[in-house]
């Protein structure tokens, strides 16, 4: 992949839209999470002793991680080679063979992924990674497949449709879900770097990122500093230069949608507008202090926007950050208490002084709660996550005259068993 960089950074711009330098920061993440895969599945797969306990003394115990087979990977349009990549590395690391289905919207993106594995590893067996192309009823399909795992990235709503259809099935599902990621801006923030890095949070991939910053909440002190700061830096983004068009045209009416509701109900603009819709790109837009309750707080808007709450606290910020129903990932912007904070984020994951740190290190893990999904990819968790364990305890030897394991258990040691329970935990 490395090698034949310029052939999928030029294919990422042409079929996904993205500008070049994005694709080849998309490409690099990728490059980064399959060395780090290469170089730590094997120590992170092997078997591990256990302490067997004061019972079973004569024991060793132990337990194998081991694949669980065919791993189907249900993979999305906005990131096509990193997103399916942190589930596809991990699982063929594990042991398991892979059938890809990637979006309907990002077919020739992912055959170059498959084609480029193929050609790295000419002596594995032929169908290790299989590829099916189709829209969502081959995604139906494959989950009715008799696969032995899905790894599914998409909507909300597309993952319970694929939670239910393994469900008949009793396949185990791993589900990186939709976000509604918030920024907290406390007092004693670096006001002008919280504001760049926001800024490329929440538009960059034109919004379309599941991790991305789509709500800040800032302490009011440094509001109209950190308003002031945001417009500035998001004056020199330009759809088209700066993000790519909107890939699916129905989501640029859920912009439009969380944009009106939320100006009806009496939110400021303090850049953009209704009037910054297009029919393929959206130019960003912020809106102020929008009702809790609006579809701009509550729902995942996908698109090149962000709100701007004022609040009178942390406590106050860290309230609202929690009272959606997704749980992905956020940022935290403080000189003195940012990891303070961030430990009171009911999310996945967090980058604090910067956004989507986490993403770029391919130790830590991703995922979240709620409608943001369950499972893990990424890191030691991803690699366990496409593993079942195997327990395995071993007599060493036996003890004379003690069959506690047996229907020959001696009177005196079923007359014993009462008083070590009182001496093993009773007291």
Known sequence: M??????????????????????????????????????????VLRPTKRTPGM?????????????????????????????????????????????FKPSEYTPLVARWYTDAFARANPDAPKGVVALVTGAGATGSALCN????????????????????????????????????????????????????????????????????????YVERPVREQFLAELTTALRRVHPGVSYGPMTMPG???IVRRHVEDAITAGADTALGGLDS????????????????????????????????????????????????????????????????????LDVGQISTNSVLGFAA??????????????????????LHEFTRTRAIATQRFAIPGVHLLSFRRPDWLNQLLPRLITWLHGR
């Open 251 to 253: 989501q640029i009416e």
């Open 277 to 344: 819709i297009g029919s393929r790109y959206i130019n960003p837009i912020v809106l102020v202090d929008p009702p809790h309750s609006s579809a701009a707080i509550q729902e995942e808007t996908f698109g090149p926007t962000v709100t701007v709450t004022t609040v009178d606290s942390v406590d106050e910020a860290v309230h609202l950050t929690n009272d959606v129903s997704y749980g992905l990932a956020g940022a935290v912007f403080s000189r003195h208490h940012a990891l303070d904070i961030a430990r009171r």
């Open 2 to 43: 490395a090698r034949h960089a310029e052939e999928i950074i030029a294919l990422l711009h042409a079929e996904n839209g993205k500008p070049r330098p994005d694709a080849a920061l998309e490409l690099l993440l990728t490059l980064e999470h399959i060395a780090w895969t290469a170089e730590h599945a094997r120590t």
């Open 55 to 99: 019972l079973t003394r004569n024991f060793s115990a132990q337990v194998e991680r081991l694949p669980f087979g065919v791993v189907g990977v249900i993979g999305p349009w906005n990131y096509p080679l990193y997103t399916p990549n942190g589930s596809i590395a991990t699982a063929l690391a594990a042991g398991n063979t892979v059938v």
């Open 145 to 216: 497949a008799g696969v032995d795992k899905i790894a599914f990235t998409g909507s909300t709503a597309t993952g319970r449709k694929v939670m239910a259809c393994c469900a008949e099935h009793l396949v185990p599902v791993t589900l990186e879900l939709g976000g509604k990621d918030a920024a907290i801006v406390a007092a004693d923030a670096d006001i002008p770097a919280a504001a760049e890095a926001i800024a490329f949070g929440a538009m960059g991939n034109a919004g379309q990122t599941c991790v991305g910053i789509e709500r800040v």
């Open 361 to 382: 290190i391919a130790a830590l893990p991703l995922g979240g709660r709620g409608e943001s999904g369950f499972g893990r990819i990424h890191g030691p968790e991803g």
